[in-house]
Every structure is written in structure tokens, then in C-alpha cells.
């Protein structure tokens, strides 16, 4: 499962997006702007600062900005940093099937929706997210 923390993450990054390249943004304007507690997005820029992503200045012209072409981040790679190893079921981490059947027919069709969705996920980038935001509003 994909925790509510990966998903600010990434509405985080996609914030950041939204400002034209190089433009600072402060934690609590990000908090504020996309209704997430300030204490979360604090933690969650140090980790989205140390996967190279972000960057932030202290003081009072001081904010938060992007570090790389938000092109370069999908949705994968972000569920993944926060998450850990994306699954949609046990079983497809572990070598063999569950110890109560010696051939699982479900684990072929667990495989076949874990890849889909993955492909989905890295398809996605944080730019995509940007551009339609920006497009619905």
C-alpha cells in the first residue's frame, strides 16, 4: 500500500513544480498552499533533500526549490524513496509460494498487476503532475 506520507511527498514535488525553475518556496507556503501539516512536509523535505531532489536556503529570502528537471522524477521512484519496495501482495517478495500450497495460481496474476501498476507509476513524472494541475485550475 502506497502510505499517505509517499503521496505528500509527491504532491510536495509537484508544488514545487508549479513555480517557475529556480523560484524558492518557503515549507509553510507548501503547507499551507496544498493542506498538509507543517511538520510533515518539514520531514518530508529532508528526505526528498537527500535523494538530491530539492534544496533549501535558510533566512528570510530563504525557501525550497528543485535541484533537478522535475521531468526526471516519476512517481515510482518517489512511492519507493518514502515506501520502500512498491508490492501489492507479500508473496511477490519472497522466493517461494506461501507455505500453505506448494504452487500458488495467484502469484502469476499478483506478478502480471504488480508490473502494470509499476509501469504506471514510472510512466507518470512530477512534471505531468505540474502541467495538469496547473491545467485544471
Known amino acids: ?11 510536495i514535488l509537484a508544488e514545487l513544480a508549479s513555480h517557475p525553475e529556480g523560484t524558492v518556496i518557503t515549507s509553510k507556503e507548501i503547507a499551507r498552499n496544498r493542506a498538509i ?14 535523494a538530491g531532489w530539492t534544496t533549501g536556503t535558510r533566512g528570510p529570502a530563504g525557501g525550497i526549490r528543485l535541484l533537478i528537471d522535475p521531468s526526471e522524477i516519476n512517481l515510482r521512484q518517489v512511492v519507493e524513496k518514502i515506501d520502500g519496495p512498491i ?10 509460494p506461501c507455505q500453505n500450497k506448494t504452487h500458488c495460481s495467484l502469484r502469476g496474476i499478483w506478478a502480471r498487476a504488480q508490473q502494470n ?21
Open 1 to 11: 500500500m502506497i502510505t499517505k506520507k509517499a503521496e505528500y511527498a509527491i504532491i
Open 37 to 50: 501539516p507543517s511538520n510533515l512536509v518539514v520531514q518530508l523535505l529532508a528526505v526528498l533533500k537527500e
Open 87 to 96: 508490492g501489492i501482495t507479500r508473496c511477490l517478495f519472497s522466493e517461494t
Open 117 to 137: 501498476m509499476l509501469s504506471v507509476l514510472e510512466e507518470v513524472s512530477i512534471k505531468d503532475l505540474a502541467e495538469k494541475a496547473a491545467k485544471d485550475c
